[in-house]
């Protein structure tokens, strides 16, 4: 696994002395589909916040392109190709579609308060590049019309893509996606399989998702890694996973999760 | 779903109501156009309609609109509360008295000193300061507010607590700006300058970043925004337009003293910014000139005026908490 895009290995975390990631090796490749699973409170999230700088782990290393992430901050991160979207939406509010988007350029772009005021011609380019890039991404997650609206009054379903076409503007190789099926109803989860496939297929970008919704995460995923109380307990492909003994018994500890393993 | 959440959302009806027509005119781009025409043809007559009193008081408030629109840089878009702003006015202010009076050099040439100094105070302020997640910046700017005017009573450059005074009123390619009606159009300048540099900054990628960490922090992080940097600069740029307007409010008086830097001021020019409705210009300028027209316009209530003139206050605040000027988000 040497040659992978991401690589975590031996990865602790504990918060006041309740551990919450306990050695976890995990991997992605480039251009992979990988799906992180588990009982809530597993630990998914807080793998994704180690991952992206908002947690620090206390032991363990994080690579992504053979580069050290663990030092680095947040934006460093997501400017090293990395983005994310969050469990819980987090649009940024009274602005619109298109505002929500450009966010994702600014660690691609330069221009500060001189460009602001003189607006030289190379901060109008970055401008129209900026205005460019987000109707383009707006345009990939397929929401179209509605653009002048502020983006929290879409209907729920399209503000969620609306927080990839956002991760997608800052031009990442691995996109991590929190339960992004959260909500949806049967139609938009077919919708988005099919988004994240085309997000790996015509943009190659590696593609990172913790999904409750096990009938997606058997559909869309190449490998899939089941985290229970932070330790890794399994890694394969579906049909491994689903006949995993281990993986069984963690999902029979909750009450409604027997019936959720299957297809 | 997550409509209504919005602060202020269907509470007021009456004034609601009032504000419904004043969104349409400025979203109508020929009504607005017209409107800024008329406002600009006012600002040229004021002076010979209302006579020299009424136009010391409306320098004053332009001045304040500067004020105002530099604070509404730092609380209204990156949501930062500073608490002791005037601390900027009064480095812009009294970089003028002490290059001038002191040092003999050019009233001009005090400008990019000042900003200069403004820009690295605002960055030994806020540097350490805007590290920290939470509203230490409020004390702590707070605390640089006092800690400038006291300096300022108790340093001999500075005049102790009496002041400078005798600052000379300053040429500009041969026209000498001298009487209070040459002081109103420069202020008037000022002021035009501050609102073209703060619709600008408004509509770029520096602003569009203020707004981002002001709604959300953490999303704008994982975004690629550097929190820090990001209100460092809109600190910093409040802090220069707030030395500007000190180094014009010093050659408009020609005196200065530590008592115009106090705490109360830095309330006044924030007050100014929340009632115009943080963030929005147009609310800014009306907030700039309520807060300093509405005490002299209530002049003939004589006493009373202070306090119908708090009364009043309050009461825009409590049914308009989100400020006077309309806000985004009403296309639903
Ligand atoms: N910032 C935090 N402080 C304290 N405990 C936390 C924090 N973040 C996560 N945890 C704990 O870590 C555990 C795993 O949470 P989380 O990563 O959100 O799980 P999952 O996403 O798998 O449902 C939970 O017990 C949660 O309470
Ligand atoms: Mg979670």
């Not at chain 1, 939406?89 to 505002?99: D, I, N, Q, T």
């Not at chain 2, 878009?77 to 202010?93: M, N, Q, S």
């Not at chain 2, 940097?229 to 802090?239: C, D, E, I, M, S």
Request: charged share 15%.
């Amino acid at each position: 696994m040497s040659g992978a895009l991401l690589q975590l290995t031996g990865v602790g975390l504990a918060f006041a002395g309740n551990r919450v990631l306990d050695e976890v090796d995990f991997a992605v490749p480039e251009r992979g589909i990988v799906s992180l699973i588990g009982p809530n409170g597993a630990g998914k999230t807080s793998l994704f916040n180690c991952i992206t700088g908002f947690y620090r782990p206390h032991v363990g290393a994080i690579t992504f392109g053979g580069h050290d992430l663990r030092r680095l901050k947040p934006h460093r991160i997501t400017a090293a190709g990395i983005a994310r979207t969050f469990q819980n939406l987090r649009l940024f509010r009274e602005m619109s579609v298109p505002e929500n988007v450009m966010s994702g350029m600014h660690c691609r772009t330069h221009a500060g308060a001189f460009g602001a005021i003189f607006r030289p011609p190379r901060q109008r380019a970055e401008e129209a590049e900026i205005r460019a890039t987000a109707a383009e991404c707006l345009r990939f997650v397929d929401i179209a019309g509605d653009w002048n609206r502020v983006a929290t009054t879409l209907p729920y379903g399209h503000q969620r893509r609306v927080e990839i076409a956002r991760a997608l503007a800052t031009r990442p190789r691995l996109l991590l996606l929190d339960e992004p099926a959260a909500g949806l109803h049967g139609g938009e989860k077919q919708e988005l399989i099919a988004l994240i496939n085309r997000i790996r297929d015509e943009r190659g970008i590696a593609v990172l998702l913790i999904e409750h919704d096990t009938g997606l995460v058997m559909k869309v995923s190449e490998r899939i890694s089941v985290l229970d109380h932070g330790v890794m307990i399994a890694e394969g492909t579906a049909k491994e996973i689903q006949a995993n003994p281990r993986v069984i018994e963690a999902y029979l500890g909750q009450e409604d999760a027997g019936a959720d393993l299957e297809l | 779903m997550a409509t209504d959440d919005r602060p202020g959302a269907g509470t007021t009806p009456a004034l609601a109501r009032l504000a419904g027509p004043l969104a349409a005119l400025a979203d109508n781009a020929a009504a607005r156009r017209a409107g800024i025409v008329a406002l600009l043809a006012l600002m040229v007559v004021a002076p010979f309609v209302f006579g020299e009193y009424a136009t010391v008081i409306l320098t004053n408030a332009l001045l304040y609109v500067v004020l105002a629109l530099g604070l509404n840089v730092v609380v209204g878009y990156a949501g930062l509360l500073d608490l002791g702003y005037a601390a900027f006015f009064a480095v812009g202010a009294y970089t003028v008295g002490i290059l001038t009076l002191r040092v003999g050099v050019n009233f001009w040439l005090t400008l990019p000193v000042a900003v200069c100094t403004a820009a690295l105070a605002g960055v030994i302020i806020g540097g350490p300061t805007l590290r920290l997640r939470s509203d230490y910046l409020a004390i702590v700017t707070l605390g640089f507010g006092e800690i400038v005017r006291i300096s300022a009573r108790n340093m001999s450059i500075t005049g102790m607590a009496s002041g400078l005074s005798g600052i000379h009123q300053p040429w500009l390619f041969g026209w000498h700006i001298a009487t209070p009606r040459d002081f109103y159009y420069l202020f008037c300048v000022l002021a035009i300058l501050a609102v073209a540099v703060s619709v600008r900054l408004a509509d770029s990628r520096l602003g569009r970043a203020w707004l981002y960490v002001r709604y959300d922090e953490d999303a704008a992080e994982a975004m690629g925004i550097d929190r820090v940097r990001v209100k460092l600069a809109a600190y910093v740029t409040g802090a220069i337009f707030g030395a500007l307007g000190g180094v014009f409010f010093a050659v408009n008086l020609g005196a200065i003293s530590p008592e115009s830097f106090s705490f109360t001021q830095s309330v006044l020019i924030l007050m100014a910014v929340i009632l115009g409705g943080m963030g929005k210009i147009p609310g800014v300028i009306l907030g700039a000139m309520i807060v300093i027209l509405g005490p002299e316009l209530l002049r003939s209530l004589g006493e009373l005026r202070l306090l119908v003139f708090a009364v009043g206050l309050l009461l825009i605040m409590l049914f308009r908490p989100s400020g006077i000027w309309p806000g985004r988000g009403r296309q639903q």
